[in-house]
C-alpha cells in the first residue's frame, strides 16, 4: 500500500495535499504528511515500521503510546515552573481508534503529531546546540525516571547489551558471505582486527549490572543528534523524538550515544575519515548541559562508567554497522554497496578518538 493511501486512514482532518519523503532515519520509513480543510492546514509524521527490526509493530505502538501518555501528563503538571515549553510526540490514532494501521500487505504504519517551529539536523552545528542536545536528554530521562517498567514490552531483546552483539557478529561471520567480503576488502579485515583487540572491554558495562554497581531504568534508548528537536524561534532544545526504542537499560547507553553522536562534528556518515573524530569542545559542552538536568540522579556509580559508556556506544555500533555489513545489510537501510562498512569505518575512528582522548574526556566528566 502507498504512503498516500495509507495517510488517509488516520485520523486528522481535511484531504490530503501530499506525501513527502523524508530521508532521514536506518530503520523505518518516514513521511510527512500535508492534509487541508477550506481553513486550516495539519501536518502529521507517518512511519512504515520495519519489521526486520521489530518483529512485533504492535508492541512497539504500545510503548510509544504508554509512554506518551505518562509524559504528556508529566510536563502539563510542571508547564506552570517550567522555562521552556516541552514538546513530544503525539500518536494518532485510525478512524478506527486504533494505534496503527495494518495494511493489506501486511505492514505496519503509525502517525505521529509534528513538532510545531522546530528543526532537527543530522549533524551538531556548534557547541550550543550540542549543549542543548545534552540538555534535552537530560530531561528526557528525568520525566521517564519513575515511569513503571512493567508496563514496556521488550521489543528489541538485547538491544545495547554489546556482548550479544559480539555472540552475533562472531556467528555471522562464519559464513560464507561474511568470509567473502572480508577477503574482499583490507578496511573489513582491519575492521575484524579492532574488534578483536577490543573483547574484553565489550562486557564493561554488564559486568556492573551484574555485579550490582549499575541499575537499569527507563532510558530513550536512540538519543541521537537528529532526534534532537531545536525550536526555530528560540534556538533551545524543544523535543527529543523517535521513542521506539523507550525501554529499561542503563543511562550510559543514552549518555554513550548521545556523545558518539553529538560530539563527531563529521556525523555518521563521513566518507574522509581525517574528519572524524571526538571534539572535546562539543563535549564539554554537551555534558554541562546534560548536568545541568542529571546531576540531580546520577549516583557516583553512575559517573564512574560515563567514560566508558561513550567508548562502549561507539565501538557497539561500529560493530552493529559491521556485522550488518558482513550479513548482508539486513537491518540498517542502505543506499549504496559498502554503507555500513563505510559507518563502522567511522564508529571505529571515532572510539579510536576517544581511547586517544580519554584523559581530557575524563577531566571534563570530572569538572575539571
Ligand atoms: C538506528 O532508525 P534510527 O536512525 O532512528 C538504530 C540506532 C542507531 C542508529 C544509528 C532500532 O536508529 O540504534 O544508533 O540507527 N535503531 C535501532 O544511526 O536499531
Ligand atoms: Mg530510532
Not at 525501554?247 to 553529538?262: E, T
Amino acid at each position: 500500500m502507498n504512503p498516500e493511501t495509507t495517510a488517509s486512514h488516520f485520523n486528522a482532518p481535511g484531504r490530503v495535499v501530499t506525501v513527502l519523503n523524508i530521508d532521514s532515519g536506518n530503520v523505518n520509513d518516514t513521511y510527512r504528511v500535508i492534509k487541508r480543510t477550506t481553513f486550516s492546514e495539519n501536518q502529521f509524521i507517518l512511519q512504515r515500521i520495519s519489521q526486520a527490526v521489530f518483529p512485533r509493530p504492535d508492541l512497539v505502538m504500545s510503548n510509544v503510546k504508554a509512554i506518551t501518555d505518562y509524559a504528556h501528563d508529566k510536563l502539563e503538571a510542571q508547564s506552570g515552573n517550567s522555562k521552556r515549553i516541552w514538546q513530544l510526540p503525539r500518536v494518532i490514532q485510525t478512524r478506527d481508534g486504533s494505534d496503527y494501521h495494518l495494511d493489506a500487505d501486511g505492514n505496519y504504519w503509525r502517525a505521529l503529531s509534528m513538532i510545531a517551529s522546530a528543526t532537527s539536523h543530522e549533524k551538531v552545528l556548534n557547541p550550543e546546540h550540542a549543549h542543548e542536545a545534552g540538555y534535552v536528554l537530560g530531561h528526557f530521562q528525568s520525566i521517564i525516571a519513575d515511569f513503571p517498567a512493567d508496563q514496556l514490552a521488550d521489543t528489541l531483546p538485547g538491544f545495547h547489551i554489546t556482548p550479544q552483539y559480539l555472540k552475533q557478529f562472531d556467528k555471522v561471520i562464519e559464513k560464507d558471505e561474511a568470509q567473502q567480503r572480508l577477503v574482499a576488502s583490507s578496511e573489513a579485515r582491519s575492521i575484524a582486527e579492532f574488534v578483536e583487540d577490543r573483547r574484553i572491554f565489550a562486557s564493561k558495562l554488564e559486568d556492573a549490572v551484574e555485579s550490582g554497581e549499575l541499575h537499569h531504568r527507563p532510558i530513550h534508548g536512540d538519543p541521537k543528534i537528529s532526534n534532537i528537536m531545536i525550536d526555530d524561534i528560540t534556538g533551545r532544545g524543544t523535543a527529543i523524538v523517535d521513542l521506539d526504542t523507550v525501554k529499561p537499560g542503563l543511562i550510559q547507553y543514552d549518555f554513550g550515544d548521545c556523545v558518539r553522536s553529538v560530539c563527531n562534528p563529521a556525523g555518521e556518515e563521513a566518507r574522509d575519515l581525517n574528519e572524524v573524530y571526538i571534539d572535546t569542545d562539543l563535549f564539554q559542552a554537551l555534558v554541562k548541559g546534560y548536568l545541568k538536568q542529571a546531576d540531580k540522579f546520577l549516583t557516583d556509580a553512575d559517573r564512574k562508567y560515563l567514560y566508558h559508556s561513550i567508548r562502549l556506544i561507539a565501538f557497539e555500533l561500529g560493530l552493529r554497522f559491521f556485522t550488518d555489513y558482513l550479513a548482508g545489510d539486513v537491518y540498517f537501510k542502505t543506499s549504496y554497496g559498502s554503507q555500513n562498512l563505510n559507518r563502522a569505518r567511522v564508529q571505529m575512528k571515532l572510539c579510536e578518538s576517544i581511547e586517544v582522548r580519554e584523559l581530557i574526556l575524563r577531566r571534563v566528566l570530572d569538572g575539571e
